[in-house]
């Protein structure tokens, strides 16, 4: 094992890994949430185009989509009544949240380690993110 | 909820094209062809090109977001914004696609990656912030001069960045000690285990929250300055900080695009074959470029960049 300038010495005690089963599980994690996002936004793009009413591209390109399904009741009460759109924003924000769950799977598997500061911090950026939006989104919706 | 936008749309090619076909359907085919089929085919086009830019930002190494805001706002006629929150979509999927794979080699440093993106995340949240102040104001083509100049420069800084494959001699900072970041990785070429430790820690965090106001604010991952971060200032090898940017770009462009969304920027229609096209593009790319060479990359794609940049800022100035 070679050494390379400025990195520990074994007296160093170089701070373990994560076990090879949290990389694997959030690669896994990562691959079913594109997965899951692609087969929503591509089935239900074409189910929209399908659907979608008489209306020039530049109104379409200029149209807020997934506005009336960003509320949980809003969200819901689509994919009830098997709206396009709704299935769309849902595979939009499938997608958002994928790395959004990487970070706290990893929070856990620090936490699981005795890396309780790495754990802290992952939690700090999950905070960091609520906070950000939760005072941001109001101004804006 | 933001403000109804004037779209430019009117006067793109894309459109221009479209309406074309959509007044005179039926010339050509005797009957008309159905309003789905024409906006089908206007998706199929945004794909493919989507794969395009996917591809050229790939070989560029410089991701898909860089091409793709550009193209879209050119040929397409669609609104910065707009673009901006197409192209985010796309930057993770992307992200996403390469990342599992660094996972799965034990490539990227999730200690590092997750202590940096608590700079990262609140920097892109800052510029998603700034790009709904800006385009409130109706400064949008000052965003479109700025991306060009971005993307001017960027071109001169990938051609003389001389990778070093393993850092020498570098003095772990006070942070890195605490927080042991630290790591290590089988090097496949090289055939033996490589240690190492980051070193300036505080220069880099402030690095890192200036690469998430960059993303968030042009709908690219950032991957440039967090890689120049990476290595020039915490002095990973070059491995570790391409597969640790690529990890911390996913959550870092999630909090710009979540912004974007909630203020109605993500067109999920736009966004759906944007995200798979950039994301194939970027495959095929990754599988094309070990058989050019830097010389081949340079001579095709500087003169793509080159001219996406200069077109971008005429538009902003007033150009077409």
């Known amino acids: 094992m070679i050494h390379e300038a400025g990195a520990p010495d074994v007296s160093d005690g170089i701070v373990g890994e994560l076990p090879r089963v949290a990389y694997t599980h959030m690669a896994l994690l990562l691959r079913i949430g594109l997965g899951v996002s692609l087969a929503l936004l591509v089935g239900s793009t074409l189910a929209y185009v399908i659907a979608q009413p008489d209306q020039s591209l530049s109104s379409l390109l200029n149209t807020n989509l997934a506005a009336p399904f960003l509320s949980l009741t809003g969200l819901f009460g689509g994919l009830a009544t098997g709206s396009p759109e709704a299935f769309l924003t849902l595979g939009v924000l499938v997608l958002i949240a994928t790395p959004v769950a990487r970070v706290a799977l990893g929070a856990y598997y620090f936490q699981r380690n005795g890396e309780r500061i790495i754990a802290a911090v992952a939690l700090i950026v999950l905070i960091l993110l609520l906070v950000g939006l939760l005072l941001i989104g109001p101004y804006i919706r | ?320």
């Open chain 2, 1 to 320: 909820m933001a403000p109804p936008y004037r779209s430019p749309a009117d006067w793109s090619y894309a459109t221009r094209a479209f309406n074309l076909a959509d007044s005179r359907r039926g010339i050509f085919l005797g009957e008309p062809l159905p309003h789905h089929v024409l906006l089908g085919l206007v998706l199929l086009l945004i794909l493919l090109v989507a794969v395009g830019a996917g591809l050229v930002g790939s070989l560029a190494g410089l991701g898909g977001g860089v091409v793709l805001v550009p193209v879209l706002v050119i040929l397409f006629g669609v609104p910065f914004p707009y673009a901006v929150g197409a192209s985010l979509i796309a930057v993770l999927a992307t992200s996403i696609t390469t990342g599992s794979t660094y996972l799965q080699e034990r490539l990227a440093n999730l200690r590092i990656g997750m202590f940096l993106e608590i700079a990262t995340v609140p920097g892109a949240l800052l510029g998603a912030t700034l790009i709904l102040v800006l385009v409130n104001h109706n400064l949008e083509p000052a965003l479109l001069v700025a991306f060009g100049a971005l993307l001017l420069l960027s071109i001169p800084g990938s051609l003389t960045l001389r990778r070093e494959e393993l850092p020498q001699g570098v003095e772990p900072d006070g942070w890195s000690r605490k927080l042991h970041l630290e790591g290590s990785y089988h090097d496949e070429r090289l055939g033996r285990e490589v240690h190492y430790r980051a070193g300036r820690t505080p220069p880099t965090l402030g690095l890192m929250a200036g690469a998430g106001v960059v993303s968030a604010l042009f709908g690219i991952g950032g991957g440039v300055v967090k890689v120049v971060a990476l290595e020039k200032e915490m002095r990973l090898p070059m491995k570790v900080s391409t597969a640790t940017s690529n990890f911390m770009i996913g959550v870092t462009v999630a909090a710009g695009a979540s912004i974007l969304l909630l203020a109605g920027y993500v067109n999920p229609v736009l966004a759906a074959p944007v995200a798979v096209g950039t994301a194939i593009g970027a495959y095929f790319g990754s599988l094309l470029l070990p058989r050019l060479t830097n010389r081949q990359v340079r001579w095709i794609f500087i003169p793509i960049l080159a001219i996406l940049a200069i077109e971008l800022i005429l538009q902003g100035v007033g150009l077409p």
